[in-house]
C-alpha cells in the first residue's frame, strides 16, 4: 500500500481562513478541490437552478396537465436505495403538489431484471395509469419504452445512467447525461434528478396561479430522503450534491423527517440527532437496499411512504433482519469468492489484470456486495457472477462489477460487447460500478474478454494500490469537539472522509474478537489509543499508519481513537 498526501493549495487554504473556515477545514476543503468560500455555502439558494436540467420543464408541462386533468399516474421504481427514495420522493412530492392518483410499481429483481421492461409497462397500463414515470431508470429502456407507448401510456423517465447509442422515444426525457444537457451536475443521483422535476413542477404550477411563493408546497420536506439515496448510491458528492447531502442532515438532525427514517435510525442503532454521511451509507442505506437483493423492494418503500409511526417501527424492525440474513449470505459468499479469485494465482503473485468470479451456489442479490469486497481486497476491476432465478432464463448469468479509479468499467463492458458480439445478452452502468447478463457458457470468453481490455488499459502504476491522505494531524487537532466537527460535515464520493497518515510508535498491540487489532500508539510524543477493524497481522514498532478520527466513550469519558485504514511497510 503506498500513502499518498494530497496537494494542499496554501492559497486556498488562506483565502478559506480569512471566510472564517476552521484552519483544518480548511486545510482539508482545499485538498478536495474547494476554490473559494462560496462552494461551502450549502443554503437552498445556492443549489443549481432546475430551468438548467434538460427536459426539466418538459416535465413540469406535462406533470401540470396531468394533475390539472386528475389523471392517473404511476412510478416505475428500482430496487436499490436511490430508487426506493427516487420513487418515495416521487410519490410524496406529487401528492404534495396535487396529484390525487399516484402509485408505483417495483420490479423484481430476479423476476423482472432491470428497468421498464415491456410486461412492466403491461403493468402499469392494467393498473389504471396514464402516466408512467421512472425513476433511476429508463435510459435503457427502449423497447419498455416503446411497448408504453403502444399502450397510449405517456412516458416520463427520469434517470441519471449513462445513455447507450439508442434513446427511448419518451414523451420527456430527464437526465443529466443525455446529450445536449448542460446541467453542471453530471452526478446528480436519479432520487435527485426526481427531486428537481418536482421543483420544476411547483415552479410551472406556481406559473398557473395554483398557489404563489407564499403559500406553495414545502418540498424542503422531501430533503432527507434525497441526501439518504445521493450518500447510498455513492454518487460523486460535487458542490450540488453536498448541498442536497447538507440540507438533508440538517433537517433529519432537527427531527424533521420522515417516520420510516427516523425508525430506521432506531433500528440501526444510530441517533438522527447526531446523523451523519456514514449513518446513510452504512446505516440506513443498506438496510433499504436489502429488501431489494433479497426480498421486496416494496418494504422499503412502504417503510420511507408511511406517515404511522407504529408502521414505520414495524417495517423498519423487518428491513433490519433481511439486513442480518444479507449479512450472512455476503460472509459465506466473499469467503468462497476470495478463495475462487485467489486460485486464480499463485500465492505471492499479483493477482491477473481484472477478476471474474461465478459459483453456482452465489446470490444474485448480493453479487455487488461482494464484488466491492474483492475489489477492495485485491485492488483489481472484479465481476461476481450469479446464476438467474428468472424463470426460463435458467441458463443465464447475472453479473455484478466493481471498479478501480483508472478503469470505466461500463466503457470497457462496451468494448467486450463490440468485440465479442453476442456474449453480452444485456449491459449498463457507470465508470466504478456496472452490471450485465451473460450466457452460462459464454463466461470463459467474457473472463478472457475483460482480462484483455484490463491488460490494455491498466498499467502498474494503476495496478498499484494507493489511498490518498490528509497528511500528518497536529497534536493540538486531536480533540474530540473537533471530532465531532469533522463528522457533522457531509463527506462521501470524490469528497473524501479526512484520513490522515505519519509515522507513530506501536506501545501495544492485541488481536480483540480474534478480527480486530487493539493499538496502543504514541502519536508526535502523546500516548492514543488506536483500532484496526479486520486486521490481525501485527505491527512493527514504528509503522507510517493512514487512520480516520473517532471518539471512544467509556464510563462518561470521551477520548480521540485512531481507527487504522492501512499501513505502509
Same mark, same amino acid.
Given at each position: 500500500?503506498?500513502?499518498?498526501?494530497?496537494?494542499?493549495?496554501?492559497?486556498?487554504?488562506?483565502?478559506?481562513?480569512?471566510?472564517?473556515?476552521?484552519?483544518?477545514?480548511? +486545510?482539508?476543503?482545499?485538498?478536495?478541490?474547494?476554490?473559494?468560500?462560496?462552494?461551502?455555502?450549502?443554503?437552498?439558494? +445556492?443549489?443549481?437552478?432546475?430551468?438548467?436540467?434538460?427536459?426539466?420543464?418538459?416535465?413540469?408541462?406535462?406533470?401540470?396537465?396531468?394533475?390539472?386533468?386528475?389523471?392517473?399516474?404511476? !412510478?416505475?421504481?428500482?430496487?436499490?436505495?436511490?430508487?426506493?427514495?427516487?420513487?418515495?420522493?416521487?410519490?410524496?412530492?406529487?401528492?404534495?403538489?396535487?396529484?390525487?392518483?399516484?402509485?408505483?410499481?417495483?420490479?423484481?429483481?430476479?423476476?423482472?431484471?432491470?428497468?421498464?421492461?415491456?410486461?412492466?409497462?403491461?403493468?402499469?397500463?392494467?393498473?389504471?395509469?396514464?402516466?408512467?414515470?421512472?425513476?433511476?431508470?429508463?435510459?435503457?429502456?427502449?423497447?419498455?419504452? *416503446?411497448?408504453?407507448?403502444?399502450?397510449?401510456?405517456?412516458?416520463?423517465?427520469?434517470?441519471?445512467?449513462?445513455?447507450?447509442?439508442?434513446?427511448?422515444?419518451?414523451?420527456?426525457?430527464?437526465?443529466?447525461?443525455?446529450?445536449?444537457?448542460? #446541467? =453542471?451536475?453530471?452526478?446528480?443521483?436519479?432520487?435527485?434528478?426526481?427531486?428537481?422535476?418536482?421543483?420544476?413542477?411547483?415552479?410551472?404550477?406556481?406559473?398557473?396561479?395554483?398557489? /404563489?411563493?407564499?403559500?406553495?408546497?414545502?418540498?424542503? $420536506?422531501?430533503?432527507?430522503?434525497?441526501?439518504?439515496?445521493?450518500?447510498?448510491?455513492?454518487?460523486?458528492?460535487?458542490?450540488?450534491?453536498?448541498?442536497?447531502?447538507?440540507?438533508?442532515?440538517?433537517?433529519?438532525?432537527?427531527?424533521?423527517?420522515?417516520?420510516?427514517?427516523?425508525?430506521?435510525?432506531?433500528?440501526?442503532?444510530?441517533?438522527?440527532?447526531?446523523?451523519?454521511?456514514?449513518? &446513510?451509507?452504512? *446505516?440506513?442505506?443498506?438496510?433499504?437496499?436489502? @429488501?431489494?437483493?433479497? @426480498?421486496?423492494?416494496?418494504?422499503? !418503500?412502504?417503510?420511507?411512504?408511511?406517515?404511522?409511526?407504529?408502521?414505520? /417501527? =414495524?417495517?423498519?424492525?423487518?428491513?433490519?433482519?433481511?439486513?442480518?440474513?444479507?449479512?450472512? %449470505?455476503?460472509?459465506?459468499?466473499? =469467503?468462497?469468492?476470495? *478463495?475462487? @479469485? =485467489?486460485?486464480?494465482?499463485?500465492?505471492?503473485?499479483?493477482?491477473?489484470? *481484472?477478476?471474474?468470479? &461465478?459459483?453456482?451456489?452465489?446470490?444474485?442479490?448480493?453479487?455487488?456486495?461482494?464484488?466491492?469486497?474483492?475489489?477492495?481486497?485485491?485492488?483489481?476491476?472484479?465481476?461476481? &457472477?450469479?446464476?438467474?432465478?428468472?424463470?426460463?432464463?435458467?441458463?443465464?448469468?447475472?453479473?455484478?462489477?466493481?471498479? %478501480?479509479?483508472? #478503469?470505466?468499467?461500463?466503457?470497457?463492458?462496451?468494448?467486450? @460487447?463490440?468485440?465479442?458480439?453476442?456474449?453480452?445478452?444485456?449491459?449498463?452502468?457507470?465508470?466504478?460500478?456496472?452490471?450485465?447478463?451473460?450466457?452460462?457458457?459464454? &463466461?470463459?470468453? #467474457?473472463?478472457?474478454?475483460?482480462?484483455?481490455?484490463?491488460?490494455?488499459?491498466?498499467?502498474?502504476?494503476?495496478?498499484?494500490?494507493?489511498?490518498?491522505?490528509?497528511?500528518?494531524?497536529?497534536?493540538?487537532?486531536?480533540?474530540?469537539?473537533?471530532?465531532?466537527?469533522?463528522? +457533522?460535515?457531509?463527506?462521501?464520493?470524490?469528497?473524501?472522509?479526512?484520513?490522515?497518515?505519519?509515522?507513530?510508535?506501536? !506501545?501495544?498491540?492485541?488481536?480483540?474478537?480474534? $478480527?480486530?487489532?487493539?493499538?496502543?500508539?504514541?502519536?508526535?510524543?502523546?500516548?492514543?489509543?488506536?483500532?484496526? #477493524?479486520?486486521?490481525?497481522?501485527?505491527?512493527?514498532?514504528?509503522?507510517?499508519?493512514?487512520?480516520?478520527?473517532?471518539?471512544?466513550?467509556?464510563?462518561?469519558?470521551?477520548?480521540?481513537?485512531?481507527?487504522?485504514?492501512?499501513?505502509?511497510?
Amino acid at each position: 500500500m503506498k500513502l499518498v498526501v494530497r496537494d494542499t493549495p496554501p492559497r486556498i487554504v488562506w483565502a478559506l481562513e480569512q471566510a472564517g473556515v476552521h484552519p483544518l477545514l480548511a +486545510r482539508l476543503y482545499a485538498a478536495r478541490g474547494v476554490q473559494s468560500p462560496e462552494e461551502l455555502d450549502d443554503g437552498l439558494t +445556492r443549489l443549481l437552478p432546475p430551468a438548467g436540467l434538460k427536459g426539466a420543464h418538459e416535465a413540469a408541462v406535462l406533470l401540470a396537465d396531468a394533475i390539472t386533468a386528475d389523471q392517473k399516474m404511476c !412510478i416505475v421504481a428500482d430496487y436499490d436505495c436511490d430508487g426506493a427514495t427516487a420513487c418515495a420522493v416521487g410519490v410524496r412530492g406529487l401528492r404534495l403538489l396535487g396529484a390525487r392518483h399516484v402509485s408505483y410499481i417495483v420490479p423484481d429483481r430476479v423476476v423482472d431484471g432491470y428497468g421498464l421492461t415491456p410486461p412492466i409497462a403491461r403493468r402499469v397500463k392494467d393498473s389504471g395509469a396514464d402516466v408512467l414515470i421512472t425513476v433511476d431508470n429508463g435510459i435503457a429502456s427502449v423497447d419498455g419504452v *416503446a411497448a408504453a407507448n403502444e399502450l397510449g401510456l405517456q412516458v416520463l423517465v427520469t434517470d441519471h445512467h449513462l445513455p447507450g447509442a439508442e434513446l427511448p422515444l419518451a414523451d420527456v426525457i430527464v437526465n443529466p447525461n443525455q446529450p445536449g444537457c448542460t #446541467f =453542471e451536475s453530471k452526478s446528480i443521483a436519479g432520487v435527485g434528478v426526481m427531486f428537481y422535476v418536482l421543483l420544476a413542477l411547483r415552479a410551472e404550477l406556481r406559473q398557473r396561479g395554483m398557489f /404563489d411563493a407564499c403559500n406553495q408546497p414545502r418540498l424542503d $420536506a422531501l430533503l432527507p430522503l434525497v441526501a439518504l439515496g445521493t450518500v447510498a448510491d455513492v454518487v460523486r458528492l460535487d458542490p450540488n450534491n453536498r448541498r442536497l447531502v447538507a440540507q438533508g442532515l440538517k433537517r433529519a438532525r432537527a427531527g424533521a423527517l420522515p417516520p420510516g427514517l427516523a425508525s430506521l435510525f432506531v433500528a440501526s442503532g444510530r441517533a438522527a440527532r447526531t446523523a451523519t454521511t456514514f449513518d &446513510f451509507g452504512f *446505516a440506513l442505506g443498506p438496510r433499504i437496499n436489502a @429488501a431489494g437483493r433479497l @426480498a421486496d423492494m416494496t418494504l422499503g !418503500i412502504e417503510c420511507l411512504l408511511t406517515d404511522d409511526a407504529a408502521r414505520a /417501527d =414495524e417495517l423498519a424492525r423487518t428491513l433490519d433482519g433481511i439486513n442480518r440474513e444479507r449479512r450472512e %449470505i455476503e460472509g459465506d459468499m466473499r =469467503e468462497q469468492a476470495l *478463495a475462487l @479469485a =485467489e486460485s486464480l494465482f499463485h500465492a505471492g503473485a499479483e493477482p491477473p489484470p *481484472a477478476l471474474c468470479v &461465478f459459483d453456482p451456489d452465489f446470490h444474485e442479490g448480493v453479487v455487488g456486495i461482494v464484488a466491492s469486497r474483492l475489489k477492495d481486497r485485491l485492488h483489481r476491476p472484479t465481476f461476481v &457472477f450469479a446464476p438467474s432465478r428468472a424463470p426460463g432464463r435458467e441458463h443465464e448469468l447475472k453479473g455484478s462489477g466493481r471498479s %478501480i479509479p483508472g #478503469f470505466h468499467l461500463r466503457d470497457a463492458l462496451d468494448l467486450v @460487447a463490440k468485440r465479442h458480439p453476442g456474449v453480452l445478452l444485456r449491459f449498463g452502468g457507470h465508470a466504478m460500478a456496472a452490471g450485465c447478463t451473460i450466457a452460462e457458457d459464454r &463466461f470463459g470468453v #467474457f473472463e478472457q474478454a475483460l482480462a484483455d481490455v484490463a491488460r490494455e488499459w491498466l498499467d502498474a502504476a494503476t495496478l498499484t494500490r494507493r489511498l490518498d491522505t490528509d497528511g500528518a494531524l497536529q497534536p493540538e487537532y486531536r480533540r474530540a469537539d473537533l471530532v465531532d466537527t469533522l463528522h +457533522r460535515e457531509v463527506w462521501g464520493q470524490g469528497f473524501a472522509a479526512p484520513t490522515f497518515s505519519e509515522e507513530v510508535e506501536v !506501545i501495544s498491540q492485541r488481536l480483540v474478537g480474534e $478480527a480486530h487489532l487493539a493499538l496502543k500508539l504514541k502519536h508526535q510524543g502523546q500516548p492514543v489509543d488506536g483500532i484496526w #477493524f479486520g486486521h490481525t497481522a501485527m505491527l512493527p514498532a514504528k509503522v507510517k499508519l493512514a487512520f480516520r478520527l473517532d471518539v471512544d466513550e467509556w464510563q462518561g469519558a470521551r477520548r480521540v481513537r485512531f481507527v487504522v485504514e492501512a499501513a505502509e511497510i
